[in-house]
């Protein structure tokens, strides 16, 4: 073994040791989790749990910070910014990963190297929700609805181009009805207009959603996944009744900045692989209509340059700007 270490520079040899003894000691004080939107969305909601988690197994505090803006561009620009040494984070999702780089042609960062995926955390299916007062019970009479009363009903998302809004639009398409879309800076702002009944209509994740579902204050038609939702077993899908084939989710990802030590990244994400197979953190998440999903910074990085390659045709055939 010292043989082959005479090969390298003393510098190389000594980053090396570095790095491993960075990782063992990683984290040595509190780390920051941004999350690139308001709080009470499906991504601030899902982050919160991590972060308690995190905190609990490293014994050091993960602090949540809210960086709204700019359909998480201004979130995601602060930690690509950020020092790479594991100490600040961001949670993405399908949204800021996937579907940002095409929709803006312009970014405060490069989108194909600024980030270190580390892990998956949770699929997130969207529910179809409107408020009480909307007649329809089921997806296929607010169709009818909707389409006896074009322009007359409005429906709020958690901003232009992300997949509440691509959700919609591409229910719409296949639908047949005209309904006006009202974008906002993040879920939980599109929820409350919502609730307040500014809005008819609303996709969004049944993590931020359930609670309202489950007390009455939204009514849930329909949830855009190929099944249904354990949290909400007696909701349909849109595919059960309205829309064969029909699959829309959204889904968290744990990232960091490029240049982020591969020995610090492969821990979080060993760290967060097994934070999500707990048992009590699993029932978390799929009482509240999340599905565990942790994977390896490989896979996460995959699923990005799918879903990436996916929804680019998407916005392109709906010529869908971020305006």
Do not use: C
Not at 8 to 14: G, I, L, T
Not at 53 to 67: A, H, M, P
Not at 284 to 292: A, E, I, M, Q, T
Not at 294 to 309: M, V, Y
């Amino acid at each position: 073994m010292l043989k082959n270490f005479q090969r390298f520079p003393m510098w190389a040899v000594a980053s090396f040791f570095a790095a491993a003894v960075s990782a063992q000691t990683f984290p040595g004080r509190p780390v920051t989790l941004v999350i690139p939107f308001p709080p009470g969305g499906g991504t601030d909601t899902g982050g919160r749990i991590l972060a308690e988690q995190l905190s609990k197994r490293w014994g050091q505090t993960v602090v949540v910070e809210n960086k709204g803006g700019a359909a998480g561009q201004i979130g995601a620009d602060w930690v690509a910014k950020s020092k790479p040494d594991g100490y600040t984070l961001l949670l993405g999702n399908i949204g800021t990963q996937a579907i940002n780089p095409s929709l803006y042609p312009k970014m405060p960062y490069d989108p194909d190297s600024a980030f270190a995926p580390i892990s998956l955390v949770a699929e997130l299916p969207l529910a179809l929700m409107v408020h009480p007062n909307v007649a329809a019970k089921t997806a296929s009479e607010f169709v009818a609805l909707a389409k006896s009363k074009p322009g007359q009903f409005s429906y709020s998302s958690s901003g232009a181009g992300g997949a509440p809004h691509l959700a919609a639009e591409m229910f719409k398409d296949q639908t047949g009805t005209f309904i006006v879309h009202v974008p906002y800076r993040g879920g939980g702002p599109a929820i409350a207009d919502l609730l307040a009944g500014h809005v008819q209509l609303s996709f969004m994740t049944v993590l931020e959603a359930s609670g309202h579902i489950k007390a009455g204050k939204l009514r849930a038609l329909a949830v855009t996944g190929s099944k249904r939702v354990t949290a909400l077993p007696e909701v349909p899908t849109l595919s059960e009744q309205v829309l064969p084939g029909f699959n829309a989710i959204s889904w968290l990802g744990l990232l960091a900045p490029a240049g982020t030590p591969a020995s610090i990244v492969d821990k979080i994400s060993t760290d967060v692989r097994s934070i999500m197979t707990d048992e009590a953190v699993k029932s978390r998440f799929v009482n509240l209509g999340g599905v565990p999903t942790a994977s390896t910074p490989q896979e996460l990085a995959q699923l990005i340059s799918q879903d990436r390659q996916r929804y680019a045709k998407i916005i392109q055939s709906k010529k869908i700007t971020a305006q």
